[in-house]
């Protein structure tokens, strides 16, 4: 996958935990970092408990995550206009206070740390570890929204003009959603004069009210580029100070998932959508396939009642989903597997999402089926410019739909590569131990299957260091002691082993 391609979704040491008692805690996702692109399949693949269908709930905040920031970029915060935004801005001088102290407790920290030995570091290694990602997550949070203003010594002028902006954009949503209303009611009276009810008066008046409703908008956003000018102005006017530069890179107009509230989530939920991995206690028994398919359409506000324009909107995506019009008003059980996994498709696909989750969509189907529902899912991408994450424990699956693939081990991302790359050139024990377990009737690949040795330790207590290193040949002192960095072993491959470029260049010799 292309450097160049447009981010999606940008998750940073995200970190999913579950209380148990005594304080204890199951670690699902530690601490992990990806891009996801538009417009890209990204294949998750691991066994089974790794913390992948986690991962997948947590992105789109079903889970509210323990830690770290999943910033999604198909909306604008002036789209949303979200209140964690006004909070940071009215507390930028308390909030950059308390950064500069966490960055002299780190200074504290490193100095400690620099001065002991190589084996104590080890120990050590953890905690400062810690206060590098805490110091970094509260500069984020300030630097993402008024870059390198952060710097400024008097902070009320920035504060008064990102307020104002702010506002001015809540307005803006707000109307927003009064305008979708009135669209929605100017298409249903439409819809009925074109079959000969109501009539062209009412037409006219709906279409006033959008037009009403849009160019109060207009104006709002002539307002908000004038505010937007004069914070350019002080942008300009604060370049020559120190670290300006720097802080103003990370700048970021994308929105933060985890900081959102349950209203505002919801409101990002019609983008974001799940297919889940059974398909028979996915849909409920009591709805027929059309209330199931436009129950999304009803809470999003894509439509105000069941009616005869709802059922065209329906049977459109049923007919996109390769489901015949009479299964309109039949109730699931009166289904096979595939054609359940189909309904469930088209419930997720009626909101026109950007982004999709497929839980181990076709695991629970039959293998003929299974290669049904990956070329459906294929062509839905293409038609509808969708964006998945495909999640399953099969990499024979993930090969033939993913344009990359993460490897995950205990609730940390081990590998991660182009698909093709990933089969050809595994660099992580890990992703190598899977390949080497998939049955292959390829002439040229006659080999012994290679069963993965050793049991899967609990992530209540995962293993020190690396967690992969009780059941790794290759593992040496330091993959028990520290946990390996998330680097770039060759162009758009990352791998966390500590002996990565050894094995890597090995590989390449061989090859």
Request: charged share 30%.
């Amino acid at each position: 996958m292309a450097q160049n391609k447009e981010v999606l979704l940008r998750i940073s040491n995200l970190k999913q935990y579950f209380p148990l008692k005594k304080g204890r805690v199951v670690k699902a996702n530690d601490g992990i970092s990806i891009d996801i692109y538009k417009g890209e399949t990204f294949g998750l693949v691991g066994e089974s408990g790794c913390g992948k269908s986690t991962l997948g709930r947590t992105i789109l905040q079903l889970y509210h995550q323990t830690y770290g920031r999943t910033m999604y970029y198909g909306r604008s915060l002036d789209d949303l206009a979200p209140r964690y935004m006004l909070d940071t801005i009215k507390n930028l001088p308390k909030l950059r206070k308390a950064w500069h102290e966490l960055a002299e407790k780190e200074k504290k920290l490193q100095a400690e740390y620099d001065a002991l030995s190589e084996e104590a570091q080890y120990a050590k290694h953890g905690e400062l570890d810690q206060a590098k990602k805490l110091t970094e997550d509260a500069m984020l949070n300030l630097t993402k929204i008024v870059g390198g203003l952060i710097v400024v010594e008097d902070l009320q002028p920035v504060m008064s003009l990102y307020e104002k902006a702010y506002h001015i954009s809540r307005e803006i949503t707000d109307l927003d959603d009064a305008l979708l209303d009135a669209q929605v009611t100017q298409a249903d009276v439409e819809f009925a004069l074109s079959k000969g009810k109501g009539s062209q008066a009412k037409v006219d008046a709906a279409a006033q009210k959008c037009k009403e409703i849009e160019a109060k908008i207009a104006a709002l956003r002539r307002q908000i580029d004038a505010v937007r000018g004069e914070i350019q102005l002080l942008r300009e006017r604060s370049r020559h100070l120190p670290e300006f530069e720097k802080y103003e890179a990370y700048r970021d107009d994308g929105i933060d998932l985890a900081r959102l509230t349950y209203n505002e989530m919801r409101k990002l939920r019609r983008d974001m959508q799940l297919i889940f991995q059974d398909p028979y206690s996915s849909l409920n028994p009591r709805m027929s396939v059309g209330q199931i398919i436009s129950e999304g359409m009803k809470a999003h506000g894509m439509i105000h009642k069941q009616d005869e324009r709802m059922q065209e909107m329906v049977l459109k995506v049923m007919d996109q989903c390769g489901l015949a019009p009479y299964f309109l008003h039949r109730f699931p059980h009166q289904f096979s597997g595939g054609q359940r996994q189909r309904i469930g498709i088209a419930r997720a696909l009626a909101t026109h999402p950007k982004f999709v989750v497929c839980d181990e969509a076709v695991s629970a189907l039959d293998v003929s089926i299974q290669a049904q529902i990956i070329n459906l899912l294929q062509d839905l991408k293409e038609q509808e410019n969708l964006t998945y994450l495909f999640i399953t424990h099969d990499l024979s699956v993930v090969k033939y739909i993913s344009d990359r693939i993460g490897v995950m081990y205990l609730g940390s991302m081990v590998e991660l590569a182009d698909s093709q790359e990933i089969f050809d050139n595994p660099v992580h024990p890990y992703t190598e131990a899977l390949l080497n377990a998939i049955p292959t009737t390829e002439e040229e690949s006659r080999k012994e299957l290679q069963i993965l040795e050793g049991d899967i330790p609990s992530p209540v207590n995962p293993p020190k260091g690396c967690k992969f290193h009780t059941r790794c040949a290759y593992c040496t002192e330091i993959c028990k002691q520290v946990v390996p960095a998330w680097e770039e072993v060759s162009p758009n491959h990352f791998v966390a082993c500590h002996h990565k470029l050894h094995r890597a260049s090995e590989k390449k010799e061989k090859g």
